[in-house]
């Protein structure tokens, strides 16, 4: 692929009412040319209808969208040169792989050599060259998928989009499925839109990822800022296997203080309510003599290269990721530290990152 | 690309101008239009052949239609093609003869108000809606007028007319449609040999056209030379004549329109019993349900929505009655067995086209206001109260 | 028995339970049994009986029908081809004519019910419609006034009709931006299947005068309307429900590859509707092949069917020909029976869907 298909996209102040239900509030947000961008949100959180809009399958109630510079706000879905991947690949059942993936070309009325040719170089692509006669019901959800991303390369787009493409294959599948995806967009270097709910693969997939939350763009950064600096307690709870702890507490001068213990931060004011985020896997068990953080073991889940250990401190519940060998049994009191860099404060009530 | 040889698409009133080959210009307006060409046909076609008619139809109901050399003449005559049917020549026709109300023709009527107004009652403290109530009106009015009908006709020892014969069809045809046939369904949905074998034949009926099973139960029914002739005999009716008699004519075609029916009934309802989750059913049997208590509680509720629309459609279907009737006795004796089409039909025949659209006019007034009522009362009702739950 | 387990011992089972309990889940009792075979039985009989005595009335000589009732071919009657012979051989062109009319008919009806109805069953499915309220009212006045003028004052109705379209047009154009109340998908598709509820009788004498001015009555084009007409709705509503059911995302797809609505109505959604597609055709053709009423209204010689053949074996002082009708009723159930075969389980489907969507 040439660089001159590399194009920008950009969403300005996009939002979508559904009646009086508003599913997606004035989201701005530019694609640079090129980049594989991940809407990352659960569901109802306006990821989808993003993407839809984008493909003209809906019509934004205000805002406008550019795809390359072109206002595509108002034009019809084919003339806006993407191709879209469905959760359920929308294959068409009563016809061969090869005429799926050929279909966009006959539609646009190719001639048939030059259609055989091209679907014989997208098969090629996805390794689908054998299967070309076979239909639909007749394979796996892994090939089924490798279909429908023929069908969308064999026309070469100007952008990509994917509305969780992975999410109907099984575990094994779909981490095999992730790579290959990232191969090829990096090979093929098409501005790539992907939605999906899981995190693994916003973290594994993207250039940068948009968290979304009922209709409201919540954090647009890479993966890495995004697990190391979130925005806000939502994109802090959202991203992270098993989830950020958060304690109940409030800030003086800058140590957190909460029922049964104290945690120093990188802050240095005092607030009167606050909440603390703490990752398990930034939390250490301690002996409980001079511990900042004291309680007693709750549960103890040995995961195979670590314990997961639940800690309950007054009433609250803090996750600890210990090594194999943790020997504490339920009911064993137990001490909590952690370094004040990896202690996130947040605003009780707004949930605002508090810097 | 050139701009020059191309044309330029945009939506009206917005500027966004894409690129387009001149030589699908007519595909293009094709596709902008496509919304409009998918319903304009049929939307043509029905405004045309269904409600000019409908509409036309009205102006007939009011008018004497007079048959000349230039074709048809129409006067006006108001209201008096139907206060003919309710009040004057015809009224033994239509509603039947009247004379001093019996006491059951009382209680009958007495009966329906109370319940008519307990129910209005019980809607008002639920909650007020003008349009609600105004349905519930027409409704109530329908309901009263049928029972006054019936009350001061049959149920005081006299002949009803058309329009208490085809309630009959409807309301006793159906419930011994939908019996019969929800328990042949039902029977038919267990694990029996040979379901397929008696699931074609038991549909067969369905496909017969009215006339044939008219002419064929009147052959298998004679009762001379009718295949039961020797039973007749050997019970001692081998001269009766089943169609001289009022009672035994309609509940013969009852039994013809029933064999013809109950298919439609029948098939609709084992798909949906078949169609009742599994795992229900095995969840009942578990706990320790009996086969009665499975089919009350479980399955029954299940198949309930089903059950209604097809009660909806076949009463629908059951109002326009006309075939049988006309072959298996002419709407005779007398006109014990003439329906309301029936009636229309024979007036048209006389050239009495006035009287024939007025009856037709009553006939889908007392169709749609059943059905509605039907529909909105019940049928809604009970989808209502499965949401709520 | 030395049944030691703790739990509560089994019930003993008396006569009543053998016969009416089934011994295990998945079996049934043998006294259930019977009873069950036996109504299946009874009720094969009650469909199957007054078909074979049609059946086999047709091979009787009149005497065989008026000397009272004889039940087997050979047995107890001489079975004769005297009725088919009067009816194919010597009346062939009556019955060949009135065959062909009701093939005719049939397919012709039924192949404008099912496109027009698709189409439109298809547009409502998947396409947003949103006309204004007040605009149909003014249609429905603007209509019932100008049928009014037209049958009471004796105008030309093209007149009159040409003006009430120019009146309708400039009500429509001036009072448009008053109406606020518009109409849904649901409200039009409605419509079109309430058209069920109307009584034939209530426009067959309408329609009688229409095709009467314009020369249809008693012409193939005639029925055809009429039966397209009167089906309709059933086509609309069931394969509405059909194209309901198609994942929206198929089209969806279509749509960014660049196909039109016409080209993925043609391509994608009526391949994948073709089960449906066939019953509801069946079910059409065979509703209008046994259509009686209409057929009586609109033809008199040139385009009478196959039931109005079955009706004319009533005409004429003999009484009854009962052994020509039964040849006619039987060459109208054959192929339709043959179809009702292949087509039952299809039925249940498309009422089923629409039953569940209420």
């Known amino acids: 692929m040439q660089n001159d298909t590399r194009v920008p996209v950009v969403f300005d102040k996009v939002a979508k009412s559904f009646g009086t239900v508003k599913v997606l509030e004035e989201l701005s947000l530019s694609v640079q040319p090129g980049e594989f961008l991940v809407l990352l949100g659960a569901s109802g959180s306006g990821k989808t209808t993003a993407l839809r809009i984008l493909a003209g399958l809906e019509t934004a109630s205000s805002g406008r969208v550019r795809i390359a510079g072109r206002d595509v706000t108002e034009v019809l879905p084919k003339y806006r040169d993407v191709a879209m991947v469905f959760q359920s690949y929308a294959l068409y059942p009563h016809k061969t792989v090869g005429e799926n993936i050929g279909f966009p070309l006959k539609v646009r009325g190719e001639a048939a050599g030059a259609i055989e040719a091209a679907v014989k170089d997208a098969a090629r692509q996805v390794e689908l060259d054998a299967l070309l006669d076979r239909y639909p019901r007749q394979l796996s959800g892994g090939q089924r998928q490798r279909v429908a991303l023929a069908r969308a390369i064999v026309r070469r787009p100007s952008v990509f989009l994917m509305d969780e493409p992975l999410s109907n294959l099984d575990a094994k599948l779909r981490g095999h499925m992730r790579s290959e995806l990232k191969h090829m967009q990096h090979s093929f270097g098409i501005t790539t839109i992907y939605v999906t709910h899981d995190q693994v693969e916003a973290m594994t997939l993207a250039h940068r990822v948009a968290i979304l939350e009922k209709g409201v763009l919540q954090q647009l950064d890479t993966p890495r800022n995004i697990y190391n600096d979130p925005a806000n307690l939502f994109v802090a709870g959202f991203i992270g296997s098993p989830p950020m702890n958060f304690l109940k507490g409030s800030l003086k001068d800058g140590r957190f203080e909460m029922p049964g213990g104290q945690l120093g931060t990188a802050l240095n004011y005092s607030v009167g309510a606050a909440m603390l985020g703490l990752r398990p896997e930034d939390a250490r068990v301690v002996p409980i003599a001079g511990a900042p953080i004291r309680g007693a073991i709750y549960t103890n889940e040995l995961i195979g290269d670590h314990t997961l250990i639940t800690c309950e401190v007054e009433g609250q519940m803090i996750a600890v990721k210990a090594t194999k060998d943790f020997a504490g049994q339920p009911g064993d009191p137990v001490g909590i530290d952690a370094s004040p860099a990896s202690a996130f404060v947040f605003d009780a009530t707004t949930g605002a990152r508090m810097r | ?389 | ?358």
């Open chain 3, 1 to 358: 028995m030395s049944d030691t387990s703790p739990l509560r011992p089994l019930p003993m089972r008396g006569l009543a339970q053998r016969l009416f309990e089934p011994p295990s889940v998945g079996r049934m009792a043998p006294g259930t049994a019977i009873l069950v075979y036996l109504v299946l039985a009874i009720w094969t009989a009650f469909v199957v009986f007054p078909l074979y005595w049609v059946f086999i009335t047709s091979f009787k000589l009149p005497q065989s029908v008026s000397e009272g009732p004889f039940y087997l071919p050979f047995v107890d009657f001489q079975p004769s081809l005297h009725a088919w012979n009067d009816l194919i051989i010597k009346d062939w062109e009556d019955t060949l004519r009135a065959f062909i009319n009701s093939v005719v008919i049939a397919v012709g009806a039924t192949a404008l019910a099912v496109t027009i109805g698709s189409m439109a069953a298809y547009g409502l499915a998947r396409i947003q419609y949103k006309p204004k309220f007040g605009s149909i009212m003014v249609f429905v006045v603007v209509l019932l006034g100008s049928v009014a003028v037209t049958t009471l004052s004796g105008l030309d109705w093209k007149i009159v009709f040409a003006v009430a379209f120019a009146l309708f047009v400039l009500l429509v154009r001036a009072l448009s931006r008053f109406f606020i109340r518009r109409l849904g998908n649901g409200d039009i598709l409605f419509w079109m299947i309430s058209q069920r509820i109307l009584p034939a009788i209530v426009v067959i004498i309408p329609v009688y005068m229409m095709f009467q001015s314009m020369g249809l009555v008693d012409t193939h084009i005639g029925l055809i309307i009429a039966y397209a007409v009167t089906n309709l709705p059933i086509v609309v509503w069931l394969m509405h429900d059909f194209f309901a059911g198609i994942p929206q995302e198929l089209e969806e797809s279509a749509q960014l590859d660049g196909a039109s609505r016409l080209f993925i109505f043609w391509d994608i959604v009526l391949p994948l509707t073709r089960p449906g597609l066939a019953a509801t055709t069946l079910l059409t053709m065979i509703l209008c092949w046994n259509e009686y009423l209409l057929a009586v209204f609109l033809s008199t010689s040139q385009a009478q069917t196959m039931p109005i053949l079955v009706a004319a074996m009533n005409a004429g002082d003999r009484g009854i020909l009962w052994w020509t009708m039964c040849v006619v009723i039987v060459v109208m159930i054959v192929p339709v029976v043959l179809m009702a075969v292949l087509l039952q389980r299809f039925i249940a489907k498309g009422v089923l869907t629409g039953a569940v969507k209420g």
């Open chain 2, 1 to 389: 690309m050139s701009i020059d040889s191309q044309h330029v698409l945009t939506r009206p009133g917005r500027a966004s101008p894409v690129v387009v080959s001149r030589r699908n210009q007519f595909n293009e307006w094709l596709d902008q239009h496509s919304g409009r060409l998918f319903i304009a046909p049929a939307v043509i076609l029905i405004l045309l052949f269904s409600i000019f008619p409908t509409i036309a139809s009205l102006v007939i109901a009011v008018s004497r239609v007079r048959l000349s050399a230039d074709g048809f003449k129409f006067r006006f005559v108001g209201l008096q093609n139907f206060t003919k049917l309710f009040f004057g020549n015809d009224q033994i026709h239509f509603l039947g003869r009247f004379t001093e109300m019996s006491v059951i023709g009382w209680v009958l009527i007495i009966a329906t108000s109370v319940w008519c107004a307990r129910w209005l009652w019980r809607q008002w403290q639920a909650g007020f809606g003008v349009i609600g109530f105004i349905g519930r009106l027409i409704t109530i009015s329908a309901l009263i007028g049928l029972a006054v009908v019936l009350a001061g006709t049959t149920l005081s020892g006299n002949q009803w007319g058309t329009l208490g014969t085809t309630m009959f069809y409807v309301v006793v045809g159906i419930a011994v449609q939908f019996g019969i046939g929800l328990g042949l369904a039902i029977l038919c949905s267990q694990q029996i040999a040979g379901k397929n074998f008696f699931r074609v034949v038991f549909f067969i009926p369905m496909m017969i056209t009215p006339l044939g099973v008219g002419y064929a139960f009147r052959m298998v029914a004679d009762p001379t030379v009718g295949p039961f002739a020797p039973v007749w005999k050997w019970v001692g009716l081998g001269t009766f004549a089943w169609a001289s008699d009022p009672w035994t004519a309609r509940i013969f075609i009852i039994i013809g329109d029933s064999w013809q029916w109950i298919p439609f009934i029948f098939i609709v309802m084992l798909a949906a019993l078949e169609n009742v989750p599994r795992d229900h059913v095995e969840a009942a049997q578990v706990d320790g349900a009996s086969a009665s208590q499975i089919f009350r509680e479980i399955t029954w509720p299940a198949i309930i929505p089903v059950a209604a629309t097809v009660l909806l459609i076949r009463s629908i279907e059951a109002f326009k009655i006309v075939d049988l009737p006309n072959i298996m006795t002419s709407g005779g004796p007398g006109i014990a067995t003439e329906s309301m089409t029936l009636q229309a039909l024979f007036a048209w025949r006389s050239n009495d086209f006035g009287s024939s659209a007025a009856v037709a006019y009553l006939l889908l007034f007392l169709t749609v206001v059943l059905c509605a009522s039907f529909f909105n009362f019940v049928v809604l009702k009970h989808i209502r109260k499965e949401q709520g739950a």
